[in-house]
T-cell receptor, first 114, second 114 residues
């Protein structure tokens, strides 16, 4: 299994509070991704990174920011959490770019915003 | 824009029988990859099988095989000799073009009956 961990694995927070989720990899892969999974929507890309300090937006990026200061860590921040951000968040990594984009996923973080 | 459609929200199969999960997609790219991911109740995303669009031969991994119809933009997954451990949500995904993102379908929940 690819060495990907996510922390925390579960979090309950209140509306308006900041939240940071961490993804850590031991594979030295260049590409990292944050997805959210909601019933009836599959997985949707929030942000991705193609190198240290190189990030870009996905299809559902509003309300989220990311940072990547080291190859192994990719942080997802909700500046002011809302109930619509209650979801399961997955981090993924990929060693390659472009068409052969096989991604390996972390175990997920369940976030509940009350 | 890329789209992936899974028209079967739920499917069921008897243990030891064969089941086929449907997936259609749309992309303007001529070269791309297609994937099936399995998500059991543990929530872990597991890659089941991968198909390269420029390869005419259908991919096979043990009891899992695909029927890739490029002209029809169809990519179905066949599970033979179904086992109780195959019960999971299955996601079809597409990767193509110069970006790095995977586009996922909404998933098909497979139940295996003993």
């Amino acid at each position: 299994d690819a060495g990907i961990t996510q922390s925390p694995r579960h979090k309950v927070t209140e509306t308006g509070t900041p939240v940071t989720l961490r993804c850590h990899q031991t594979e030295n892969h260049r590409y990292m991704y944050w997805y959210r999974q909601d019933p009836g929507h599959g997985l949707r890309l929030i942000h991705y990174s193609y190198g240290v300090k190189d990030t870009d937006k996905g299809e559902v990026s509003d309300g989220y920011s990311v940072s990547r200061s080291k190859t192994e860590d990719f942080l997802l921040t909700l500046e002011s959490a809302t109930s619509s951000q209650t979801s399961v968040y997955f981090c993924a990594i990929s060693p390659t770019q472009g068409r052969n984009n096989e991604q390996f996923f972390g175990p997920g973080t369940r976030l509940t915003v009350l | 824009a890329q789209t992936v459609t899974q028209s079967q929200p739920e499917m069921s199969v008897q243990e030891a029988e064969t089941v086929t999960l449907s997936c259609t997609y749309d992309t303007s790219e001529s070269d791309y990859y297609l994937f099936w991911y399995k998500q059991p109740p543990s929530r872990q995303m597991i890659l089941v099988i991968r198909q390269e669009a420029y390869k005419q031969q259908n991919a096979t991994e043990n009891r899992f095989s695909v029927n890739f119809q490029k002209a029809a933009k169809s990519f179905s997954l066949k599970i033979s000799d179904s086992q109780l451990g195959d019960a999971a949500m299955y996601f079809c995904a597409l990767s193509g073009g110069s970006n790095y993102k995977l586009t996922f379908g909404k998933g098909t929940l497979l139940t295996v009956n003993p």
